[in-house]
């Protein structure tokens, strides 16, 4: 954070670990510009002083220059510490901040003041609370709804694993669209996502569906970690099996020596490929490109993801 004497270390987990080879040159479709404009720093400003953070700094994300130009950031809620240690992410862990009572208030703040028409709320894995976080969820979305009732709302979730009924009250507060990332193929779950079990971020896609098939469904997977192309389409087909709608693939960068290396980078052409067998497969959407992000150009997706249920409503 801004102003710290002694920054903390993000990740104490991996501090000790032998780094890891780092692929430094990277090939030219994954370049982007430095955040310069007005709009980025205004959404910056906005955020400190709201004491709000988001997954576009704490993640590191290559498109923050883009994205807060237009004013689109993705609030993460719950704290800015998680309380596990995925090999990929650049969020910090160790033990989480006490839950700040005013958040909701001030996400709602927040957007109605960047005027959102659709904003994407995150959260850190809060393995130590009763309800995984969920209440927070639920709190957060019906501040939105009271100051912003147009803003259409996306989540983001942690996979809720162990929090009996916390899927439940989330649904129930009726976010327009629910995501969980599966992030990458079973076979790579012990090393990259070891806190987290594939068949319950699996069941936890087809649950939110079931309870009430009105909300959209939205996953995501990191390419470029070691997995082969036959396992990303058993993923594509077991999340055709849960009723999942839209469907994110992007390239995974490496975010510092300590975490997971990439093991290559996948080509524009590659990304084409999986495009059209996911939407062979009959996700209402699919966005796959490098630098496709879960929240990357959410509200324009969340548009086509609503023409595309009117079409097939329609039998177009
Ligand atoms: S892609 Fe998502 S996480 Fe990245 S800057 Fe844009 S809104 Fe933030």
Redo the contacts with the bound molecule.
Sequence with gaps: MDGDATPRVRHPEKAHKPDNPVQRRKPDWIRVKAPVSKEYHETRALMRRLNLA???EE?A?P??GE??KQK???VMILGSVCTRACAFCNVATGLPDKLDPHEPEHVGEAVAALGMAHI?ITSVDRDDLDDGGASQFVRVIQEIRKRSPKTTIEILTPDFLRKEGAIEAVVAARPDVFNHNLETVPRLYPTIRPGARYFHSLRLLDTVKRLDPSIFTKSGLMVGLGEDRNEIMQVMDDLRSADVDFLTIGQYLQPTPKHAPVDRFVTPDEFEGYKTMAAGKGFLLVSASPLT????HADADFERLRAARNAKLAGR
């Design positions: 988001t997954v576009c993640a994300c498109n923050i994205c807060w689109h950031a993705t994407v992000r879960s929240s990357y």
